[in-house]
């Protein structure tokens, strides 16, 4: 089953746990989910209010030129 998540951050958490620092993904582009693995970069320079995709060659599409009628709602 396919879904479409949105996501609105563009950097990871940091958590620290038993004192070591990690870095969750907030962004969901991450090959190393949970992790951070640098790919939120990818997000830099997101249009504002717009809802986007990545293919596998990390390249950005607009989702409502690629699905037209998705919904692209504001975040509350
Ligand atoms: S926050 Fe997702 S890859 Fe860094």
């Known amino acids: 089953m396919a879904r479409v998540v949105k996501r609105h951050r563009d950097q990871p958490y940091e958590v620290t746990v038993g004192g070591e620092t990690q870095y969750i993904c907030a962004c969901g582009l ?37 699905f037209p009628g998705i919904r692209e709602d504001q975040p509350a």
Do not use: T
């Open 30 to 66: 991450s090959n190393n989910l949970p992790f951070c693995d640098g790919s939120h970069a990818l997000a830099a320079g997101e249009p504002a209010g717009k809802l986007h995709w990545y293919d596998e060659d990390g390249e950005r599409h607009e989702a409502k030129e690629s």
